[in-house]
């Protein structure tokens, strides 16, 4: 997919996703956005960018690790999200968290200028993530570090099967390299070739939780990153692709529901 035109896909496909976002995945994700927190090892009083921060979920936790006196910017390429983030930010009084639209590979902000950068799953979306990563150094200062997780190996995503259900009724991939970052070594590869050093990488493994059918097809259609092409088709074709979906995650029917193996690629990388 031509870079220009995965970026629109993202940025229009995520504008539809926010309503159903954190209902969706905020369990889910808990697990690599923890050690990814863990890993980043956050002080009181630190600057921090959150880059693909979606909702906030990781800002918040992230404000509230650096404190008061800490400061943190959510950036993301979707409106909607970062129209959310802001919201959630106003009713809840936050000071010095803010949240502005901003595209990975091009962030307007200084060079070194913060101490700490995070990307909780969202480099899989990036036309370029090598630039990316680049664009994280930057900003960094000296010493400055970077935490991040992606999803891992594909046969190890039980739920992978939703990118070519979907790609088969649209014209292109969704997301072309979506699992490439989780394959052995690429993401410590990544962060080296874009300057990091010290980098160490952990991986995980997962179950996504959900208690019916509905839920689990909200998540993968209506919540993340096929949102976009999924509102573009009838009802009927809507049906047939989440009848196929359910068909495919039929190995980890539970009593209660579903419970899908899912794998996290978790990273630290520092600026020298």
Not at 80 to 101: D, G, H, P, V
Not at 121 to 142: Q, S
Not at 232 to 251: R, T
Request: some cysteine; overall charge negative; charged content about 25%.
């Amino acid at each position: 997919m031509e870079p220009g035109l995965q970026r629109r896909v993202q940025r229009y496909g995520w504008d539809k996703a926010a309503h159903y976002y954190e209902s969706s995945w905020q369990e889910q994700l808990r697990p690599a956005q923890d050690l990814m927190m863990q890993l980043a090892s956050l002080q009181r009083g630190e600057i921090v960018l959150d880059l693909a921060c979606g909702t906030g979920l990781v800002s918040f936790k992230a404000k509230d690790a650096v404190g008061e006196e800490g400061f943190v910017l959510g950036t993301d390429i979707s409106d909607k999200m970062i129209e959310t983030a802001n919201q959630t930010a106003q009713r809840r009084k936050i000071e010095r968290l803010e949240f502005s639209r901003m595209e990975a590979e091009e962030l307007k902000l200084d060079e070194a200028k913060f101490d700490v950068t995070l990307c909780a799953l969202g480099l899989m979306y990036v036309p370029d993530p090598i630039h990316a990563l680049k664009e994280m150094h930057r900003v960094l200062k000296p010493g400055g570090r970077a935490a991040l997780a992606v999803w891992g190996k594909r046969d190890h995503c039980g739920w992978a099967e939703i990118f070519e259900i979907v790609d088969k009724r649209v014209a292109s991939e969704v997301c072309p390299m979506f699992f490439h970052l989780g394959n052995p070594g690429i993401l410590a590869l990544s962060l080296k070739n874009a300057s990091f050093s010290r980098v160490v990488t952990q991986i995980i493994s997962t179950k996504l939780v959900y208690s019916s059918d509905e839920e689990a097809c909200e998540a993968a259609f209506a919540g993340g990153p096929v949102a976009l092409a999924y509102n573009k088709f009838s009802e009927q074709v809507k049906k047939e692709a989440e009848a196929e979906y359910l068909d495919s995650l039929a190995p980890y029917r539970s009593a209660n529901g579903y419970e899908i193996p899912g794998e996290f690629v978790v990273a630290i990388g520092y600026k020298d």
